[in-house]
Nanobody
Framework: QVQLVESGGGLVQPGGSLRLSCAAS????????MAWYRQTPGKQRELVAV???????NYADSVKGRFTISRDNAKNTVYLQMNSLKPEDTAVYYC???????????WGQGTQVTVSS
């Protein structure tokens, strides 16, 4: 059974930092591209960052220079380091997994990030 479990969300002041983690089980983690998406009420889920099985990364323009995605294949975990957080970063953050260019087939349950003073 495949499981993706996110953690690390919470309440942070503008300008602060958080690190999200997503621990995977039930898949050969090193073979999967991993991504972080986020969603706010009434809006579609949007891509935040992705890291491929070959460690190539890509970011949404809105987070470039502030967020960093990384992975630890030995721990089956993908991370999202979020710095200089803004109120507009407030959302539920989800991690997703896919092989190659297939649609994302596995999702976590999400973790809430709230940026507010």
């Amino acid at each position: 059974q495949v499981q993706l479990v996110e953690s690390g969300g919470g309440l942070v002041q503008p300008g602060g930092s958080l690190r999200l983690s997503c621990a995977a089980s039930g898949i050969i983690f090193s073979r999967y591209s991993m991504a972080w998406y986020r969603q706010t009420p009434g809006k579609q889920r949007e891509l935040v960052a992705v890291i491929t099985s070959g460690d190539s990364t890509n970011y949404a323009d809105s987070v470039k220079g502030r967020f960093t995605i990384s992975r630890d294949n030995a721990k089956n975990t993908v991370y999202l380091q979020m710095n200089s957080l803004k109120p507009e970063d407030t959302a539920v953050y989800y991690c997703g997994a896919r092989q190659g260019f297939r649609p994302y087939e596995y999702w976590g349950q999400g973790t809430q990030v709230t940026v507010s003073s």
